[in-house]
């Protein structure tokens, strides 16, 4: 069945490795490649390009580099490798383009940012990410940045909602057309963007709290709230999000099966959506790779939902939300 994928940091490893050379289309490093999505049969993948931390530059022993030099290179490296494979996928800024690459044979790939940092509190930049074909961008990371607060363990630092500045950032995000991803967002933040969005808004890589305890995942409250606003949440394959215990490292497609059934019925199953967080995780996955995407409606139907309704979770949910709130 066709997926859409709301999450990966395929990028991030492609630059450590080597964004000049490197090739996306048949990578046994990286959890994704053209090639396995092919095979997996997506439809389309968010690829985010993710700001890393200044530490991890040092701990892959390369020079720290500015955000705007990342991010232009980062960008670079995905529109590259995609207009080198034109003949298997091409980029969609729209649901329509995604619609459109089907009709012709494609697969697409979607250009999104995770941790709103380079934003730097200035509306103009937000314009510019836009034009440059960014899509979607997770407000934070694990640390406050002009948006606001981040998820924390701290239940001071987790009531912090937004900042002035990411209020009017998301209004803004929402005018141009760019989804805004509560993803690693604080709870206060998230009260916040529902307070304020009119359109609807994605967690793209988030799963049940009530499940897996991590502070990352959703409260059935914040599930029923994004429900409410017609928005989507991406199933996140990490086993520390997944496990009721989350010191186990290992997961497998019927826990994630049992997350979505949850979420289903806490806010029924147009809320759910797959964003695995491929490449971003550490541990073990059953489905490791998008060629084994399969394997997890195989459990979404153990689970007891219709093939309608897998549907929905693999793609039809996500489309319907980009129609709604993406340009
Ligand atoms: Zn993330």
């Known amino acids: 069945m066709k997926y859409i994928d709301m999450h990966c940091d395929t990028v991030m490893l492609a630059y450590f ?5 490197h090739s996306m289309y048949d990578q046994p490093k990286t959890m994704i490649d053209f090639k396995r999505m092919q095979k997996g049969d997506a439809l389309a993948q968010f690829f985010a390009v993710f700001l890393p931390p200044q530490g991890a530059f040092e701990m892959m022993h390369m020079p720290p580099i500015s955000d705007e030099d990342y991010i232009r290179i980062a960008r ?3 529109l590259d490798n995609v207009a080198a494979h034109d003949d298997i ?3 969609a800024y729209t649901a329509e383009d995604i619609e459109k690459n089907l009709a012709d044979g494609r697969m697409s790939a979607v250009l999104t940012m995770e941790d709103g940092r380079a934003v730097d509190g200035k509306l103009e930049n937000i314009k510019r990410f ?3 074909g960014f899509r979607a961008c997770s407000l934070t990371w694990n640390a406050y940045n002009c948006f606001g607060a981040p998820n924390s363990t701290d239940p001071k630092i987790m009531n912090d ?3 002035d500045f990411g209020k009017d950032g998301i209004r803004y995000m929402q005018e141009l057309g760019m989804l805004v991803d509560v993803s690693h967002l604080s709870d206060g933040g998230f009260r916040d963007v529902a307070e304020i969005c009119t359109k609807p808004f994605v967690a793209t890589h988030s799963n049940a709290r009530a499940v897996g305890p991590h502070q990352r995942n959703l409260t059935d409250e914040q599930i029923k709230t994004l429900a409410d606003k017609g928005g989507v949440m991406g199933l996140n394959f990490y086993p520390m999000f997944l496990n009721p215990d989350m010191n ?14 949850h979420i289903a019925d806490v806010g029924g199953v147009d809320v759910v959506g797959i964003g695995t967080d491929f490449d971003g995780f550490e541990g073990k996955n059953e489905i490791m790779s998008s060629d084994r995407m399969p394997l997890l409606a195989d459990a979404l139907k153990a689970e007891g939902f219709t093939e309608a309704e897998i549907e929905k979770i693999y793609f039809r949910n996500v489309l319907r939300v980009m129609k709604d709130a993406v340009r």
Do not use: N, V
Not at 17 to 21: A, G, L, R, T, V
Not at 248 to 261: F, N, P, Q, S
């Open 17 to 21: 490795f080597d964004p000049e050379k």
């Open 76 to 78: 670079q490296t995905i």
């Open 89 to 91: 996928i091409r980029m």
């Open 130 to 132: 836009y034009d440059e």
């Open 161 to 163: 909602g937004l900042t």
């Open 248 to 261: 186990k490292d290992e997961a497998t497609a019927a826990m994630i099966a049992r997350h979505a059934r």
